[in-house]
């Protein structure tokens, strides 16, 4: 069913857009305190669900969030993801955010623990992951280390090290930027994780990197050994870029984008081809 009027779910049930007010008093707006999942779907579902609410229970209960049973079990979220995407006409492909905010007032010291959903869609046009006809140009984004804490892996609403990142790399032409850590390690992009390859082998940073666990990072990892690819989570640095045979970025929404240029080294894209063909394969 298509409508003019934009429809959202807010704690599981379906409301318009603007029906939905945000207050001036709301935590995530004052202090950030949130968390969210960015999906990918595909006709009525998503296909990596269960892993990004595995994702988002881990955050909630690391930043003490009681939220509603419906929020993490899997079979009633397929149907709010179903019944939002008919809703909103978005049955051929969509990205779709899941955002948690703790409810109630308070200041650093909350006033509640529970928390509370919203579930959003917007159309996309590519029906199936498709990987980008021109090469990404990258560099480094390293004015800020990316801190490695206990909330480094940790998808929340406090962004400003990203946001930070995505001005650099607006201003200087980029489609991406890398990001690195106290010790210099590339850890992650500014909203993907990284890939190098090197003789057929892959390599992505570290979780103890302080990089995001993405949810296609983790899909990657398991196509590629599916695949018969050694795949290794290691330290990596910007030497590794200019000895590395491809490059490539991943997240949840854009599934794989390859890397053409970084400052004078360019690369292929052989692997990222094969694995954007094998997710393809995996949907139909």
């Not at 280390?145 to 892996?153: A, C, D, N």
């Not at 995001?212 to 990596?236: F, N, S």
């Amino acid at each position: 069913m298509s409508s003019a009027t934009s429809w959202i779910i807010h704690n599981g049930i379906l409301i318009p857009q603007e029906e939905w007010k945000v207050s001036t008093k709301n935590r995530a707006f004052r202090y950030g305190d949130g968390l969210f999942e960015s999906m990918r779907s595909f006709g009525t579902s998503v296909p990596y669900l269960a892993i990004h609410l595995q994702r988002l229970k881990r955050g909630a209960v690391e930043m003490e969030f009681e939220t509603s049973g419906d929020l993490f079990n899997l079979e009633v979220m397929k149907s709010k993801v179903a019944e939002l995407l008919e809703r909103n006409g978005h049955t051929d492909s969509a990205r779709l955010r899941l955002s948690v905010y703790r409810s109630g007032g308070g200041a650093y010291s909350p006033d509640s623990v529970e928390g509370e959903f919203i579930l959003e869609s917007e159309r996309v046009h590519d029906s199936r992951f498709a990987l980008n006809g021109r090469g990404w140009k990258v560099d480094v984004f390293d004015y800020w280390k990316k801190p490695v804490i206990p909330w480094s892996g940790i998808k929340t609403t406090s962004s400003l090290f990203y946001v930070k990142a995505g001005l650099f790399q607006k201003k200087n032409g980029m489609d991406e930027v890398l990001l690195v850590n106290a010790g210099n390690q590339l850890c992650e992009g500014s909203f993907t994780n990284l890939f190098v390859v090197r003789s057929g082998e892959l390599f992505t940073p570290s979780l103890a990197s302080g990089c995001l666990p993405g949810v296609m990072r983790q899909v990657i990892i398991h196509e590629a050994t599916r695949m018969g690819l050694k795949v290794y989570e290691k330290d990596l640095s910007v030497n590794d870029l200019m000895v590395a045979d491809e490059v490539f970025m991943t997240n949840a929404v854009r599934g794989i984008q390859w890397v053409g240029a970084f400052r004078s080294k360019r690369y292929f894209h052989r692997i990222a081809d094969k694995l954007v063909h094998a997710l393809n394969q995996k949907l139909s």
